[in-house]
Structures are given as structure tokens and as C-alpha cells.
T-cell receptor, first 111, second 114 residues
């Protein structure tokens, strides 16, 4: 089956700096890569996703890049704000009813 | 995206008892899923709840321990049976709204077994 590795496990940045979280996957057939943000006491929230026919996608301060050849994808958050502090999960999938999640990254944005 | 609610939001239960968690969606959805998130860990899929048929369970999860119902396209329940402290987790339902592959999660049920 698919194996998704996520790094780093914790990330601390100063407000206004950029944050980058990286994931690698093993199944070359995976074709959908979502990112979720989970705040304390809440369920995961889908913040951005990318499909395998696209190399980059941007939505305001967040962007995701995908390198199919190297089988890795990354989440980029620019101009970080304290409200970006949360746990972020990546996932990979090749069918709708099977997501493989990374282990999570705890992002702390210091004011 | 759909609006998803779960009941209860949290509970503390005695070992050996059972708890039924409800998941309600504000629109009809094809796919509903149940996940477990152990403290400080990632998400693990328990099963896919199929409307009108039995749920499809992932390896390591069995129907006797986690019976699931899906009576219609907006509602599902997950029961955690004969609980032990190892069942202490957040239980999340998610839905696929018919888009490409997107899944949207409910707020979760925080279960503590003593």
C-alpha cells in the first residue's frame, strides 16, 4: 500500500516568515494530494489540494507544489500569522475511499 | 463543502460499555467515512459507510467492535463496543461530496475510556 512520510514533525517560525512542510509518497499511481489544517479541539479542515496533472496551485497565502517524478509534494505558507498555528496533515490517494495520511506537522507561529 | 455535525462532542465512558456516535450532514452525500485519531497521532480509516449495504472495514477493524449504520444519505452512526482504555481517541466522520476526491471532516467526538 501507499506510504506517506511528512517532515518536519514540528516547525516554529516568526510571524511574517514563510513555512514549508514536505511530504513524500511511495505509490506512483496516487493522483490526489490534499492538505488539512487541524486546530486544537476541531476536526481537520481541507485547506488546499492538488491533482497529479498540475504542478502547482496557489490560494492567497498558501500554495502546494507537486513533483510526480520525485514523488513529493509540499505546502508553502507565506506571511505566516499566529492563526496559522495548528497541526497540518498531508495525504495521498488514488481512489476516493482510501486516503493515506502523513504523521502531521505542528506549526507554531510566534508573534 | 457540506456542514457536518457529530454527537456527542465528547464523552467519558466506563470500560466494557458501548458508545454510539452520530454523524449528520446537511446535504445528501454518496460517501461517508469513519476515522480514528489516537492522541497526538494521525488519522486512520476505520471503515466506509455504504448506504443500503454493509460497511467496508479496513484491516485491523472489525464489525463486532465497530458496528456502523448508514440508513440514508445524510446520516451514519459508529458504535464503539465493549470499550477499553485503548479505545480512547477522537472519532471523526468525513464525507465525500461527489467532487473529485475531496473529503470534509466533522468536528470529532473525543472519547475517554476509564
Amino acid at each position: 500500500g501507499e506510504n506517506v512520510e511528512q517532515h518536519p514533525s514540528t516547525l516554529s517560525v516568526q510571524e511574517g516568515d514563510s513555512a514549508v512542510i514536505k511530504c513524500t509518497y511511495s505509490d506512483s499511481a496516487s493522483n490526489y494530494f490534499p492538505w488539512y489544517k487541524q486546530e486544537l479541539g476541531k476536526g481537520p479542515q481541507l485547506i488546499i489540494d492538488i491533482r497529479s496533472n498540475v504542478g502547482e496551485k496557489k490560494d492567497q497565502r498558501i500554495a502546494v507544489t507537486l513533483n510526480k517524478t520525485a514523488k513529493h509534494f509540499s505546502l508553502h505558507i507565506t506571511e505566516t500569522q499566529p492563526e496559522d498555528s495548528a497541526v497540518y496533515f498531508c495525504a495521498a490517494s488514488r481512489r476516493i475511499n482510501k486516503f493515506y495520511f502523513g504523521s502531521g506537522t505542528k506549526l507554531n507561529v510566534k508573534p | 463543502s457540506a456542514v457536518i455535525s457529530q454527537k456527542p462532542s465528547r464523552d467519558i465512558c466506563q470500560r466494557g460499555t458501548s458508545l454510539t456516535i452520530q454523524c449528520q450532514v446537511d446535504s445528501q452525500v454518496t460517501m461517508m467515512f469513519w476515522y480514528r485519531q489516537q492522541p497526538g497521532q494521525s488519522l486512520t480509516l476505520i471503515a466506509t459507510a455504504n448506504q443500503g449495504s454493509e460497511a467496508t472495514y479496513e484491516s485491523g477493524f472489525v464489525i463486532d467492535k465497530f458496528p456502523i449504520s448508514r440508513p440514508n444519505l445524510t446520516f451514519s452512526t459508529l458504535t464503539v463496543s465493549n470499550m477499553s482504555p485503548e479505545d480512547s481517541s477522537i472519532y471523526l466522520c468525513s464525507v465525500g461530496t461527489g467532487g473529485y476526491y475531496e473529503q470534509y471532516f466533522g468536528p470529532g467526538t473525543r472519547l475517554t475510556v476509564t
